[in-house]
């Protein structure tokens, strides 16, 4: 059974980097064909992909966050980071970490039918 469990900071000033965690248990982020993404559903609205690491380490990103976005992985540690840069209260979220096979094409990746396995989820608030 794979489990993924996000960390992080619940609160981040504006401005300043978001930085969260995803730890896998149960399979490894290096096993062939599988994605391991980020994303978030900010209060009220939609689920968002953000970004994605495939099993070579590939790095894949939403284009309109690409810019402020950065995915990276701890082999040694089985996990997956999350860093935005320059936050604004828009960021406010709750933000997964979850598991799909392949990467689909363009939005596809907001779906939830896409993945097979989830965190919990982390709530994030930007405010001062």
């Known amino acids: 059974q794979v489990q993924l469990q996000e960390s992080g900071p619940g609160l981040v000033k504006p401005s300043q980097t978001l930085s969260l965690t995803c730890t896998v248990s149960?399979?490894?982020?290096?096993?062939?064909?599988?994605?391991w993404s980020w994303l978030r559903q900010p209060p009220g609205k939609g689920l968002e992909w953000m970004a994605a690491?495939?099993?070579?380490?590939?790095?894949y990103y939403r284009p309109s966050l690409k810019i402020r976005t950065s995915i990276s992985r701890d082999t040694s540690k089985n996990q997956f980071t999350l860093q935005l840069s320059s936050v604004t209260p828009e960021d406010t979220a709750v933000y997964y970490c979850?598991?799909?096979?392949?990467?689909?094409?363009?939005?596809?990746?907001?779906?939830?039918?896409?993945?097979?396995?989830w965190g919990q989820g982390t709530q994030v608030t930007v405010s001062s």
């Open positions: 149960g399979g490894s982020i290096t096993t062939t064909y599988y994605y």
């Open positions: 690491i495939g099993p070579s380490g590939g790095t």
């Open positions: 979850a598991r799909s096979k392949g990467l689909a094409p363009g939005q596809a990746m907001d779906s939830q039918r896409e993945y097979d396995y």
